[in-house]
Every structure is written in C-alpha cells, then in structure tokens.
C-alpha cells in the first residue's frame, strides 16, 4: 500500500467529523448520480496493493467497457505517485489527499495507504461527497473511536463504502447467510475460521524502494507519521511499515478481516459481550518486527454466540480445504447441524446433528467465487444505482468485524479480556 496521511490529531479528526455530519446531505456530485455518465476514479495511496487496485480499474475500464476513468493519484513518495501516474496515465498526481479530494472530477476514492490512515481519509472522503473503496482494515487497531465515527458519518450519508475484504465477493458466504436466516441450522451456536501463511509479508513482503531515502520535498515523514507515535525516520519504518505496531497490527488485523467478516455476516451478530486472545512472536523474531505472527482469539456474543479465529504465519497447512489464499472455510454451528464447504470446493454442506429425527444432509453448489474484480463491479454498480444496501462488504459490517479485531488485540495486549459497553458503544479492557 501506499504512503499517504491524514495531517491532523485525532481530537481535530472526531471534532470536523461531527461538525460534518449535518453538512453530508448537501453534498452531491450530479456526475456519479447519473446512468449515463463516467465515473472518476481517484488513489490515495500509490504502493503494490494499491497498483493492484489501479490494475483492476485499468482492466474494468479497457476490457470490459466498464464507465469509469483513473483520474490522480496521490501519496506522500514523489518518486511513487509520479511512477503510477505515468504507468496508468492519470492527468494528476497529488501530494496531500485532501487536494485529492477536492477534484471535482472525482467521483470514487480508492483507499490503500497504511492501516493508521485508512480511517481518517474514509471519512474526509465521505464528507466530500466521494463514494469509497477503503482497503481492510478499515482502521488501525488502536483507532476504534475513529471506527465508531466512521461508521457513524457513513450511515448519515448517502455514500458508497465499500470495505476491501474482497473475500465477501465470494457467493458462498452470503447464501450460507440465507441458509442460516431461513432457519436450516436451527439457533446458530458458533462460527470459526482460521488463516495460515508462512512469511512474514513485512521485511521480505515489502520492498525499500530507495535505501538511500530521506524525508524532504520527495517524502514527507511527518505526513507519513499521522497520529502515529513520532519516531526517527528510517527506510524499514516507511517502505516496511507492516512489520511495526504503530502502523499496523500483525494478521490479527492485516488478515483476520478476510476470514472474520463472512463469519460476521453468515450468523448476523452485532457486537461480542467480550473477547478474549492470545498471540505473539514465534517464528520471525528479529530486531525490526514488533507485530505478531501468530494470534487467536475467541469472541462471546449475547445470546450463546461464539466466534473463534486461529491463524499463524509460520505454517500453511489447511484442515478444511480454502476458498483464499491461507483463508480456511468457515464451519458454521446451530442447534440443528452445521455448515461447511465440500473439499471439493463447489459446494456449501449441511450436515445434520445425530439424533434420531434429524434433518436430511444437503448440498448446495457455490454461485460464484471469490474475485476482486466483482468486488469493483459491485461497488461501481452501486455507485450508479445509489443502492448501499447491495454492497457486498459495507461499512457496517466492517465496524462490527473491526471491533471484534481491535477488542481482541487490546486483550492480547493487557493480558486480559476485552468487553464491550453496548450502552456507551466502547471498548472496556
């Protein structure tokens, strides 16, 4: 992902968000309102994933007819956002997303820069009026009031959001949801997944793109930074910052949203009564990594609910068979059997408890798979349509992911587990 930043505290940030709120309806932009028109794509942030994303729009746009246009890109690195402009042609590169933002030709904000940014430019961007695609997480996991804000300003407006865990694009996840709505497992009892790497996607993952960099005119450190804790520059922290806590927070939240989300949306929970975790570094220990590499954690809903997540990225070996790279499927748990994906993976199970009237084991073939492109199209359609409730991966379900994530890294963190107050909507460790 990129480089860019958001430029202000968090306490400037909650303040302009809710003086922002009531200003979000008179916000439009006639251009992405209207069927017949193109919609203009901007980037903030211009590292791998996002090129990835400015790949997909390209593809969209050139190969499938698709409406839309790659307008600018921005991130903090001169020698990076003018390398994707020229690679992708874009009429205008920024340094600060806030200039981004105030293009009128843009009508969509991609977002992937550094987990500790993706908040604060969501929500700048839903108050400009633009639809968003924002990378997972959806914020940092010490960041949960901005998650709270953002979910908050998103479902007050009238914008697009879609989140990019584009495992949700994947058809089985959503009729496993209308299996479980239509009664077929009985009272849902449990859900669990897991995702299994190996590497630590940080110091090998993560190229420096220069080893001679240094802040400046090119690279603006400080913007970088954010609300992050200040450090001394160095290359490692900028061009590698998945390795380090104060940007990101390990697979815990780099991963997990990949697996948790579809589990969150399957069994339609809100928020856990309390989360518990245990993680750490076990195989990559050297002197630059701060982040696990290997964390669990169990999540305890009101009314029996239970969620487990296990993931290591110091071994790959699947038990259930995966829908995503290192993502193991999801088994589903009710009163009355349980939800599973054939090995063969293009079928949804159903296996029924074994007691004597039981229900009939079942099989039901898998739609469509997981596709990022779909993800685009979906967001796009959406866009078009002014239709929210037809996202696939929305903010409100990013919300309710996010803070199952946060609450269990503050637990893994403090040695306790986290709770949380439905009444005050906070975290309590």
């Keep these: 992902m990129g480089t860019e930043a958001s430029g202000i505290t968090r306490r400037e940030f909650v303040g302009r968000a809710a003086a922002g709120v009531a200003a979000l309806s008179a916000v439009r932009l006639a251009r992405a309102q209207a069927a017949n028109e193109r919609l203009g794509v901007g980037f903030i942030g211009a590292g791998g994933r996002a090129g990835a ?19 600018a890109v921005c991130d903090v690195y001169r020698p990076r956002r003018e390398q994707r402009q020229k690679e992708f042609g874009m009429a205008r590169a920024y340094a600060d997303y806030r200039e981004l933002l105030a293009d009128k030709d843009i009508d969509v904000v991609c977002i992937a ?26 914020s940092h996991w010490r960041q949960f009031e901005v998650t709270r804000q953002l979910a908050d300003v998103v479902a007050a407006s009238d914008r697009m959001v879609q989140v990019g865990t584009q495992a949700m694009s994947d058809g089985a996840w959503h009729q496993m949801r209308k299996l479980v709505v239509d009664g077929l497992i009985g009272q849902p009892l449990s859900g669990e997944a897991g995702f299994f790497r190996v590497g630590d996607w940080g110091e090998r993952g993560m190229p420096v793109d220069d080893a001679n960099a240094k802040p400046g005119p090119d690279l603006n ?7 992050a804790p200040k450090r001394e520059f160095s290359v490692d922290r900028f061009f590698r910052w998945r390795l380090f806590e104060d940007y990101a927070g390990g697979p815990v939240t780099d991963l997990y949203p990949h697996c948790l989300a579809q589990v969150v949306h399957i069994l339609g ?37 239970t969620i487990s997540v296990l993931g290591t990225q110091a071994n790959d070996y ?54 990022n492109l779909d993800l685009w199209k979906n967001l796009l359609e959406c866009c078009r349509n002014r239709s929210a409730k037809d996202l696939w991966s929305p903010m409100d379900l990013a919300f309710r992911t996010q803070t199952v994530l946060q609450m269990a890294t503050l637990a893994s963190r403090a040695g306790k587990s986290a709770r949380f107050d439905p009444v005050q909507r906070a975290i309590v460790v």
């Design 53 to 71: 994303h400015m790949g997909m729009v390209k593809h969209l746009r050139d190969n499938e007819n698709a409406p839309v246009d790659l307008v």
């Design 113 to 138: 820069t550094p987990d500790h940014h993706h908040g604060y430019q969501a929500l700048a961007a839903v108050q400009a009026g633009k639809d968003v695609y924002c990378e997972k997480p959806v």
């Design 221 to 227: 450190w400080e913007a970088f930074l954010g609300d």
């Design 269 to 305: 929970v809100g928020f856990p009564a309390e989360v518990v975790a245990l993680g750490g570094i076990h195989r990559y220990s050297y002197e630059l990594r701060d982040v696990p590499d290997t964390f669990n954690l169990i999540a305890q809903y009101r009314g029996g609910v």
């Design 318 to 371: 699947q038990t259930t068979g995966t829908r995503g790279a290192g993502q193991r499927c999801p088994v589903i748990r009710g009163w009355d059997g349980t939800l599973s994906i054939h090995p063969n993976n293009r079928e949804i199970v159903f296996t029924p408890i074994r007691i004597q009237g039981a229900k009939a084991p079942q099989s039901f073939p898998i739609e469509r798979g997981e596709n």
